[in-house]
T-cell receptor, first 112, second 115 residues
């Protein structure tokens, strides 16, 4: 069945460092791919999405490109801030949009 | 638009008791989803509704679990005869519709602790 494998954490970075969180997926057909972020005490929030191969999602300085050839959707940011500290979830929805599959989450801590 | 709200935020109960959680989706959203999230894991799909119809249920949803959305607005998730293994965060999400790329909006969750 469909699934998402996400880089394990936790990840600790200094402010202004580069971030990459790896995400690979297994799916039949043409899934949509998402990154959600969860700040402490809050619900998951959509960070960015891509619905077809080679699409690039971007938001708040974060980017991820839907790579069908490598079945990947890695999250990147060139310069992280303390306020980026959160748990990041990679997710996939099937072609119908009825089912979502989430990775295990990667905790990011950015230190000043 | 006040977002997805869930009540209560925390619930502590004794094993064997019944509990009920409520979710109020974003008002114009037709779809409502329930997930369970345990520590260190991502959310796991439990069930979803299109308006008042429950269209899909995960095999994770044992017969002790029941969900309703009687008027296609708010939803309730009931767990009967709770077990310690039910301790988790229960998340609700809603979306405007289905289809590829549809965005789910999540509530803050109800944390259940079964003693």
């Amino acid at each position: 069945g469909d699934s998402v494998t996400q880089m394990e954490g936790p990840v600790t970075l200094s402010e202004e460092a580069c971030l990459t969180i790896n995400c690979t997926y297994t799916a039949t057909g043409y899934p949509s791919l998402f990154w959600y972020v969860q700040y402490p005490g809050e619900g998951l929030q959509l960070l960015l999405k891509a619905t077809k191969a080679d699409d690039k999602g971007s938001n708040k300085g974060f980017e991820a490109t839907y790579r069908k050839e490598t079945t990947s959707f890695h999250l990147e940011k060139g310069s992280v801030q303390v306020s980026d500290s959160a748990v990041y979830f990679c997710a996939l929805s099937d072609q119908t949009g009825n089912q979502f599959y989430f990775g295990t989450g990667t905790s990011l801590t950015v230190i000043p | 638009d006040t977002g997805v709200s869930q009540d209560p935020r925390h619930k502590i109960t004794k094993r064997g008791q019944n509990v009920t959680f409520r979710c109020d989706p974003i008002s114009e959203h037709n779809r409502l989803y329930w997930y369970r999230q345990t520590l260190g894991q991502g959310p796991e799909f439990l069930t979803y509704f299109q308006n008042e119809a429950q269209l899909e249920k995960s095999r994770l949803l044992s017969d002790r679990f029941s969900a309703e959305r009687p008027k296609g607005s708010f939803s309730t998730l009931e767990i009967q005869r709770t077990e310690q293994g039910d301790s988790a965060m229960y998340l609700c999400a809603s979306s405007l519709t289905g289809g590829a790329g549809n965005i789910q909006y999540f509530g803050a969750g109800t944390r259940l602790s079964v003693l």
